[in-house]
């Protein structure tokens, strides 16, 4: 069973940095994107864009973190990174690491479970 393991996150003050991660773990026989998005609190609000990465290392940000995050990825060990610096409380939410892979049923988009970061002011 594939499954997407995250690890960081956490409570921190504004303009402090933090890191999360992502590993892939099961059986898969390629990647193509792999990144993070996030949903943030409040009544309506959807999960949007944080940060993506392609197989050669192109990146695409959201507009509400460009030159705050950088997302890198490890290929050898199916793993991604979200590096978050000078954190506002409006980047409060929960984040979730998404990667599309072949696995024995083709390819599909696959999610983790989700990390709460809190950033207060």
């Known amino acids: 069973q594939v499954q997407l393991v995250e690890s960081g996150g956490g409570l921190v003050q504004a303009g402090a940095s933090m890191s999360l991660s992502c590993t892939v773990s099961?059986?898969?026989?390629?990647?193509?994107?792999m990144g993070w998005y996030r949903k943030t609190p409040g009544p309506g609000t959807q999960r949007e864009l944080v940060?993506?990465?392609?197989?050669?290392?192109?990146?695409n940000y959201g507009d509400r973190v460009e030159g705050r995050f950088t997302v890198s990825r490890d290929s050898a060990k199916n793993t991604v990174t979200l590096q978050m610096n000078n954190l506002k409380p409006e980047d409060t939410g929960v984040y979730y690491c998404?990667?599309?892979?072949?696995?024995?049923?083709?390819?599909?988009?696959?999610w983790g479970r989700g990390t709460q970061v809190t950033v207060s002011s």
């Open positions: 998404a990667a599309t892979l072949y696995t024995d049923i083709g390819w599909s988009l696959h």
């Open positions: 099961g059986v898969i026989y390629g990647t193509r994107d």
């Open positions: 940060a993506t990465t392609t197989q050669i290392g192109t990146a």
